[in-house]
């Protein structure tokens, strides 16, 4: 795919994110009935309504790419094997934080090219702020706005600040990171906004060490490794998509390296 038309791409997915997330945000200022998936986690009818629309959106622009998706891999189970190039899509990342109404989750669409992350659309209706990842350049945009550049912090030597979850984060987590690294602080926030968080230079550090799928990380992935960030398994190795059961080891998100 060339520049321009990565970049075109990009632009398209912002305007199917915020798509998404208008029709979620018409179900989350109603009542609405919370379901569970087999594995307990919660739904909504927002969580399958957004991705009706992205899934819609995805087979008229890249008609030709392959799409793994949060809801429907849960209906049809997760593919046996993932293609060289795919779409992955996380259409309400933060379901809890939905239902609590506090406004932390997030619309998620990656494109994977080789086990990487390589573009990236994070977007949270709530405040109508877009996340993008591409090729080395991250920014962000409110509403329909001319997109602001973005950059990872170099992690501070007098201690980092760090992204826990609103909804998973534990003890255990936290104080495992902090005898590991020197943590100055902590930011709290829900869904893929931890990664964003990084990416603009709000916080240094986001580990986890708990259970994740591929389509809660892709994206926010993408937008913080563009933003000059890293994420990275417990053992230093690069965090890859396309994995078997499409589950992820534990992890953690970086900032800039320091020189």
């Not at 009542?31 to 087979?59: C, G, H, N, Y």
């Not at 591409?134 to 409110?142: D, F, P, Q, S």
């Not at 930011?187 to 591929?214: H, Q, W």
Request: negative net charge.
């Amino acid at each position: 795919m060339s520049d321009k038309s990565s970049i075109a791409l990009k632009d398209e997915l912002v305007a199917v994110a915020r798509k998404a997330g208008a029709v979620i945000l018409d179900i989350y200022n109603r009542d609405f009935e919370t379901l569970r998936k087999a594995d307990r986690s919660p739904v909504t009818e927002a969580d399958t309504a957004a991705e009706a629309v992205i899934l819609e959106a995805l087979a008229r622009l890249a008609p030709d790419v392959p799409v793994v998706a949060e809801e429907q891999s849960a209906k049809d189970g997760v593919p046996v094997s993932a293609p060289k190039r795919f779409f992955l899509v996380d259409p309400l990342d933060g379901t809890k934080e939905f239902i609590a109404r506090n406004g932390e989750f997030t619309v998620n669409i990656a494109l994977i090219e080789d086990g990487r992350p390589v573009l990236g659309i994070v977007y949270l209706p709530a405040t109508d702020a877009c996340y993008a990842g591409l090729g080395g350049k991250a920014e962000r945009r409110i509403g329909t706005g001319t997109p602001e550049a973005i950059t990872a912090r170099t992690m501070p030597a007098e201690g980092l600040t760090m992204a826990i979850s609103r909804s998973h984060a534990n003890a255990g987590e936290i104080e495992r990171a902090k005898e590991r690294f020197n943590i100055a602080g902590t930011i709290v926030a829900g869904s893929s906004l931890k990664f964003c968080r990084i990416a603009e230079g709000v916080a240094d550090l986001y580990p986890r060490f708990g259970n994740t799928m591929e389509w809660d990380t892709a994206a926010g992935q993408a937008v913080l490794e563009a933003a000059g960030g890293r994420v990275e398994t417990t053992e230093g190795a690069a965090l890859g998509y396309g994995k078997v059961g499409f589950r992820n080891p534990h992890f953690i998100a970086y900032g800039r390296a320091r020189a």
